[in-house]
């Protein structure tokens, strides 16, 4: 049986571009004014610390991920040791 090599990225390359990804992601940069609303209900602050911790949920989220990728790779490369693939 012939094997065929892929190149294709690691899980841990994978899993540094996801994190580095999403910690480029940044903040909304609208000005804040407290007499502002928009349609008339909610003020433009309410909306940015909506948008601000939308943002840091996104990058805890991705972090996260990325995390588990390398606990993924790290284990997937120990049960190769262990086999001796």
Same mark, same amino acid.
């Given at each position: 049986m012939t094997k065929i090599k892929?190149?294709?990225p690691s899980?841990?390359?994978i899993a540094s571009n996801i994190a580095a990804n999403? %910690?480029?992601i940044?903040?909304?940069s609208i000005a804040k004014d407290s007499?502002?609303?928009i349609g008339g209900a909610?003020?433009?602050e309410d909306v940015i610390d909506e948008l601000n911790t939308l943002v840091a949920d996104v990058? %805890?989220?991705g972090n996260a991920l990325a995390a588990a990728l390398h606990n993924a790779a790290a284990a997937f490369e120990a049960t190769d040791d262990a086999t001796g693939r």
């Open positions: 892929v190149d294709t899980i841990n390359e999403t %910690q480029s940044s903040k909304p007499d502002s609303t909610r003020k433009a990058q %805890q989220a």
